[in-house]
Nanobody
Framework: QVQLVESGGGLVQAGGSLRLSCAAS????????MGWFRQAPGKERDFVAA????????YYADSVKGRFTISKDYAKNTVYLQMNSLKPEDTAVYYC?????????????????WGQGTQVTVSS
């Protein structure tokens, strides 16, 4: 079992920054990658970013490249999503997820465990 707890969401003005955290516990040592997804009202959940535990390859959706950075802290079993230059279209519930299978990291269906989500709202 893996437990994931997100934090760091909130309300920010356009152009501002937020850092999301995802604290993982359980059998995280054998997970393949961690990802962030987001779901805006009335829309499907979309891939945002992912990072492999080892090596730390990173992957990003085109819509966030150059603005968001995913990183990890092995000692704390925590994954971060630094979000800069936020736009109103970034408003969504952000979810952290863990996957064990060595398949593509951008597919939601490949993830085994999910956090409860944290709301990010960007005002114009």
């Amino acid at each position: 079992q893996v437990q994931l707890v997100e934090s760091g969401g909130g309300l920010v003005q356009a152009g501002g920054s937020l850092r999301l955290s995802c604290a993982a516990s359980g059998r995280t040592f054998s997970s393949y990658a961690m990802g962030w997804f987001r779901q805006a009202p009335g829309k499907e959940r979309d891939f945002v970013a992912a990072i492999r535990w080892s090596p730390g390859f990173t992957y990003y959706a085109d819509s966030v490249k150059g603005r968001f950075t995913i990183s990890k802290d092995y000692a704390k079993n925590t994954v971060y999503l630094q979000m800069n230059s936020l736009k109103p279209e970034d408003t969504a519930v952000y979810y952290c997820a863990a996957k064990f299978s060595r398949t593509t990291v951008v597919a939601e269906s490949g993830y085994d465990y999910w956090g409860q989500g944290t709301q990010v709202t960007v005002s114009s």
